[in-house]
Every structure is written in structure tokens, then in C-alpha cells.
């Protein structure tokens, strides 16, 4: 059963726009969430992450907002660049930061 | 600082065989943590330690086994290979003790399967 989907497979947008990735979980336990970011051939690369004390972080280009009552949470890429393209995967976790479920991923394409 | 580095990068195996795979956290992270990739279920908690001992277990058969040293390093070994184990097999390393820190993954390795 899958705790936290990502329902857009696949998200385009041009150099310079906003990328808007989205998140839904259902277990509302979880109390941690992460974005990765994933390049063909590697690990994943730890993005941002938002504990559920809070609706927002930031950090330069990336922002995640959590919304508890929605089960929901976005990633915003401002402004979005062509080394942006790569699958982002949302995770979440229920124990302070182990055993992350993850979603199935967005694969993100920036055009110039 | 050196990231997490697993190896080998890439193996093949046919059913029946077992395998170890190996993961070097980073230095000062004492929590390793396993997944694996396929392209169906997408990436999936195998297991967690931290001091040695297996703190957290995903729903995977007892054939996926994993340890860890006193230096963190960490192994994973699955038994009577099958068909459907080919995946991208992902350790990740954090800092314990601490909540909310976040898992840094390295390159995996890639278990092929024949």
C-alpha cells in the first residue's frame, strides 16, 4: 500500500519558470518529510526537508510547503534551471527520520 | 568530507546464489539504512541499524539480511537469489542520535539477476 504517492509522473516547464512538485501522504503519523533529487546513475541527492511543526522551509531556489490537514506537501523550484531536470521523489517518515516511504517519483525537465 | 560509498557498483548473479553487498557510511553517521529500487514498487525500506544492532525492518522476506560493524560499515546479504531481487540496492547513512536528520544515499549497486 502506498503511503505517499506522487501522482504526476512526469512535469515540464521552461528556464526561468516555477516548478510546482506535489505530494500526498496518508498516514498521519508521519512527522518528517524530505525531498530528494535523483540524476540517472546515482543516489539520490537530499534536497530540503520539513518537520510537522511547520508549513514552510526554504533554502535559495527551493521551498517545501506542508499542509497537515491536506496530507499534502509541494516543492517549488524558483526561478527553475536546465540542471533542475532529474526525478524528484517526496519521502516521509514516522519515526523522526528512519525507514523514509518514498513516492514513485517526478521525472522534472526545464527547457531552455 | 567523503560520501556514502557502496560496493560493488554492479553485480550479476544467477537464481539460487546469495549476495553481499557493502556500504561505507559517512564518517560520524552511526544509522545505515537499505532500500531497494525496482521500477514497479519504486524505492523500498529494507532495514535500519544503528549500534550494531537492527533498529527498523521493512517488509521484505527473511532471505534479506543485513549487519553492521563497530565502524558503522554495513552489509547486506540476500540468500536464494530470485528473479525478482534484480533492483538498485541504495545504502543510506545519517547522523543518529538526533531528530530529524536527514539520510544522505550513495550510488547503490546494481544486482542483476540471470
Known amino acids: 500500500d502506498q503511503q505517499v504517492k506522487q501522482n504526476s509522473p512526469s512535469l515540464s516547464v521552461q528556464e526561468g519558470r516555477i516548478s510546482i512538485l506535489n505530494c500526498d501522504y496518508t498516514n498521519s503519523m508521519f512527522d518528517y518529510f524530505l525531498w530528494y533529487k535523483k540524476y540517472p546513475a546515482e543516489g539520490p541527492t537530499f534536497l530540503i526537508s520539513?518537520?510537522?511543526?511547520?508549513d514552510k522551509n526554504e533554502d535559495g531556489r527551493f521551498t517545501v510547503f506542508l499542509n497537515k490537514s491536506a496530507k499534502h506537501l509541494s516543492l517549488h523550484i524558483v526561478p527553475s534551471q536546465p540542471g533542475d531536470s532529474a526525478v524528484y521523489f517526496c519521502a516521509a517518515s514516522a519515526n523522526s527520520g528512519y525507514a523514509l516511504n518514498f513516492g514513485k517519483g517526478t521525472s522534472l525537465l526545464v527547457t531552455p | 568530507k567523503a560520501g556514502v560509498t557502496q560496493t560493488p557498483r554492479y553485480l550479476i548473479k544467477t537464481r539460487g546464489q546469495q549476495v553481499t553487498l557493502s556500504c561505507s557510511p559517512i564518517?560520524?553517521?552511526?544509522?545505515v539504512s537499505w532500500y531497494q529500487q525496482t521500477p514497479g514498487q519504486g524505492l523500498q525500506f529494507l532495514f535500519e541499524y544503528f549500534s550494531e544492532t537492527q533498529r527498523n525492518k521493512g517488509n521484505f522476506p527473511g532471505r534479506f539480511s543485513g549487519r553492521q560493524f563497530s565502524n558503522s560499515r554495513s552489509e547486506m546479504n540476500v540468500s536464494t537469489l530470485e528473479l525478482g531481487d534484480s533492483a538498485l540496492y541504495l545504502c543510506?547513512?545519517?547522523?543518529?542520535?538526533?531528530?530529524?536528520?536527514?539520510?544522505?544515499f550513495g550510488d547503490g549497486t546494481r544486482l542483476s539477476i540471470l
Open positions: 543510506a547513512s545519517s547522523l543518529a542520535g538526533q531528530l530529524h536528520q536527514p539520510q544522505h
Open positions: 564518517s560520524g553517521h552511526r544509522s
Open positions: 520539513i518537520s510537522s511543526i511547520k
